[in-house]
């Protein structure tokens, strides 16, 4: 861990700079002045890619959704800006890169911006998908694509190793020593906190912009039918995992803010090379 690091504040790096790296370094195979292009810029992942990337010696592209986004990331002065409102993507890319395109581009959108994406990559590009807001089925032009000679690379860091995500944060280890990482700010609560406390450390909830979100709650870890229920149900149930979804729930729909669940399909192939549609899905 790095030294100057809480616990909290470790924990809190490892889904931005974790999965950042994974796409930039490790699938995307960056080289020093190549250019790379991240959208969702201003994200954990995206803010955490494009550092990653010029601390590779890349040129960092990122994006916003409009102008009005532009002043939010000050942190962030190694990104050229494209504002997504002003312009096509791939134009704005040409533009800046003298008619190339980027030599990589990490989407951390995926869905609305993948065939944009595509448009925007340099011959014999590589484009990173990791994300699908929105409808996950795209088109492309398959004839410009293998005409530009380009690679579509998925990421999945849920798919790596203990092994293989220990090399990647002691690879990482270096930039936040250097002080080029940093983590993101928090707010700490105790055990025990009460909701009314929550505006002492300015968590101030507005539901115009504020929803609860479930991520992936996969049956099989959920559920005593599960395939993973002999690994983790014991801590399901001393922790009261799913009383206190259900309490989560309840709480978030009787002050009024909406409750999304994003889920995980599980592929056949994801059970080994079993094709049987009886197994269990979410």
Known sequence: MPPDLSYEQATAIALGYFTAFAGIVRTGAVKRGETVLVTGTT????????????????????????????????????????????????????????????????????????????????????????????????????????????????????????????EILKALLPGFKEGIFSPPPLSSLSRGTRPNNYREINMDFDRDDTAVVFIDPQNDVLSEKGLGWRAVGNSVKENKTIENMERIFKAAKDRGFEVFVSPHYFFPTDYGNSTDPSRPKK
């Open 43 to 166: 994200g954990s992942v995206g803010s955490a890619a494009v550092r990653v990337a010029a601390w590779k010696g890349a040129r960092v592209l990122g994006t916003v959704r409009s102008s009005r986004d532009l002043g939010k990331r000050d942190d962030l002065p190694m990104v050229e800006w494209i504002d997504l409102e002003a312009r096509p993507l791939p134009e704005s890319v040409r533009e800046l890169t003298g008619g190339k395109g980027a030599d990589l581009i990490l989407d951390a959108v995926g869905g609305p911006l993948f065939e944009a994406c595509l448009k925007s990559l340099a011959q014999r590009g590589r484009q990173i998908a990791m994300a699908a807001a929105g409808d996950p089925h795209v088109t492309f032009n398959l004839v410009k694509f293998y005409h530009k000679e380009a690679c579509l690379l998925g990421v999945d860091t849920l798919k790596l190793s203990p092994g293989e995500a220990a």
